[in-house]
């Protein structure tokens, strides 16, 4: 009906969208106080963090305003109906030489009980509104084009990694990723390097099936990687990711979740070769040390160590490493990148990385600009033929030499 579609509903949506967009600034705002603070900008945030108030207000009383006056109306003649026929009921009332004022009574109180029902109505109507507005954000998620999944579970252990005219773009239109020609030998090391930008994470997340590629093939072993269970592709790689994300729990069960298996004995050993281990005994419950919400309570090192020692315990046949020495000291640097060229040696595994001397052994490096591999090899070769890459390196060892 007109009054539910065009009235109850474009209210409920002002309230919705109200609720939706604050809630957006309202988050950003509690995950960015630390910068907030750091920088003595508290005053501008707050009074964004107040404007979002102010759009969830204005959200929720334009829902109210635009559905008030007709819903009083839709509830006032519900009432008004009832009532005027309870009422000619009683007055038709074959006593007619009843008492005047038990009629009277009889007619108030079922004129008044008449509101009841009329509130649940109007009340179903607003939950009905509701959950046609639910329904429909889902069915737009759900409309959503599905990854690929296929059914195959048996991945070969030890495969070559291949990408074939690999094309990717988030928005249509605008690729991030252009015929992308490479291929990674099992057990070697392949280091992704460029500008900010350049398109070296997206590469990755497209290996990882965050989303599926346009054009072109990723295969291992000459088979799609599509064609793979996500599931049984996923549990074939570990990532260390550039942003360390731990979880309210234990310093145990966080790395527990590269392996939820693990024994302690596995746990440890993981810490140990993260360089980790003796920082964790060193905490008040060791393991079962709990770690706040994002792993506040740890230092950014720490925790990087922990998303390490969780991808160590995984034991992938496919490692990728985010930055993932970008918040270590020189000294456990080193170790970890010791530690990672034994794993190696059965592994594939792909760095990303800004800090060149990190991947100066690599078998091969991936030279990104602009979404595309520009050029390959390795980093004496490089360094001899690519104007691109000795601006990178001359880039990066002047920032070396810097001194405070």
Known sequence: MYFEKHVLTRGMQYRSVGLAEASRHIIEFAEGMSVVRAFGDTDEAERDYHKSVEIMREGFARGVKRNTPLAGLYLGLSMASVGVGALVGVA?????????????????????????PARAMLGHRLMGVMSRLGDENITAVEQMAALRSGERRDIPS??????????????????????????????????????????????????LRFWDIEQGRISIDNVDIRDFAIDAWMNRIAVVFQETQLFRDTVANNIRIG????????????????????????????????VGHGGSTLSGGERQRVTIARALLK?????????????????????LQMAFAELARDKTVFV????????????????????????????DALIARSALYQKLWESYTAISDWQL
């Open 158 to 207: 030890h495969g070559e990694v291949r990408f074939e005219g690999v094309n990717f773009a988030y928005d249509e239109g605008k690729p991030v990723i252009h015929a992308a020609n490479f291929s990674a030998p099992a057990g070697s090391l392949t280091a992704i390097v460029g500008g900010s930008g350049a398109g070296k994470t997206t590469l990755m997340n497209v290996l």
């Open 352 to 379: 990303i990385a800004h800090r060149l001397s990190t991947v100066v052994d690599a078998d091969t490096i991936l030279l990104m600009d602009e979404g595309r591999i520009v050029d390959q090899g390795t980093h």
């Open 259 to 290: 392996k939820p298996d693990a024994t302690q004995a596995e746990i440890e050993a993981a810490a140990q070769k993260a360089r980790i281990h003796e920082r964790i005994l060193a905490l008040p419950d060791g393991y079962e040390t709990l």
């Open 315 to 335: 034991d992938a046949d496919i490692v990728i490493l985010d930055e993932a020495t970008s918040a270590l000291d020189q000294e456990n640097e080193h170790s």
């Open 92 to 116: 038709t009332l074959a006593e007619l030489d009843a008492d005047a004022t038990v009629r009277f009574f009889a007619a108030l109180v079922l004129l008044t009980a008449t509101l009841v």
